[in-house]
């Protein structure tokens, strides 16, 4: 057995890739555990447009690779196509976790049935994220205003209208990358925004945001 887990993160775009590299990784190599992100690939471009029919051709691609690495995706519930496994089902609910877990679960099965003979029960771990990944950045109300330059009254109101991080909704003007563009104008989601992620840390987001706590412990926990 070996005494490191390597594990490619196939992820949404260039955000989720950086927030890969500069945060998680670092943060898991700690403990054994690698991480490769690559942003899932279509021809002509990289990044955006998350449809199912994409996305299972590079799971597929990186499960018949290596057989002994493990296979993670990073994508947002926010703009994904309605192609994706369970997603009508999971737009007839209202909680938020129960849209997570019907997500990840339908495309976890669908997965498997596509890919059997490459053990994907075992070595692919879907994260569909609730419902940005701008949703982690609420997670320290006090960094998040001095990195963003927004008032903290403001922040601490949409936290109060959303109850946490991963609450705060899909709706085109009101996800989480919205209201922080509609905030502050200097909000990038690939400059702004790591740099937020860099100040709040890892930790802090885990003990705010529990989905994204618990794909953190399974990727934790994987046997090395």
């Known amino acids: 057995m070996n005494e490191y887990a390597e594990v490619t993160v196939l992820s949404e775009g260039p955000t989720e890739q950086l927030f890969v590299k500069q945060l998680l990784a670092p943060y898991l190599a ?4 690698y ?7 279509k021809p002509g471009q990289k990044g955006g447009d998350v449809k199912f029919a994409r996305a299972r ?47 990840n679960q339908a495309t976890a099965e669908k997965i498997n049935t596509l890919f059997s003979n490459f053990d994907p029960a075992r070595r ?7 419902y ?7 997670s320290d109300p006090p960094t998040l205003a001095e990195t963003s330059g927004v008032p903290l009254k403001s922040i601490e109101q949409i936290l109060a209208e959303c109850d946490e991080p991963e609450k705060i909704n899909d709706h085109p003007t009101t996800a989480p990358s919205k209201r922080l563009e509609k905030l502050s104008n200097r909000f990038k989601k690939t400059t702004t925004g790591i740099a937020i992620a860099t100040a709040i840390g890892i930790p802090k987001m885990r003990d705010a945001c529990p989905l994204f706590d618990s794909w953190v412990t399974r990727l934790e926990n994987l046997p090395r």
Do not use: C
């Open 30 to 33: 700690q403990q054994g555990v």
């Open 35 to 41: 991480l490769t992100p690559v942003i899932l690939d």
């Open 57 to 103: 051709n590079d799971i597929g691609k990186y499960l018949k690779q290596r057989k002994n690495n493990w296979i993670t995706l990073f994508v947002d519930y926010y703009g994904i196509d309605s192609d994706w496994p369970g997603y009508a089902e999971s737009r007839q609910e209202t909680e938020h976790a129960r849209k997570a877990q019907i997500m």
């Open 124 to 130: 692919f771990i879907p994260y569909i994220s609730m």
């Open 132 to 138: 940005e990944i701008e949703a982690l950045y609420f």
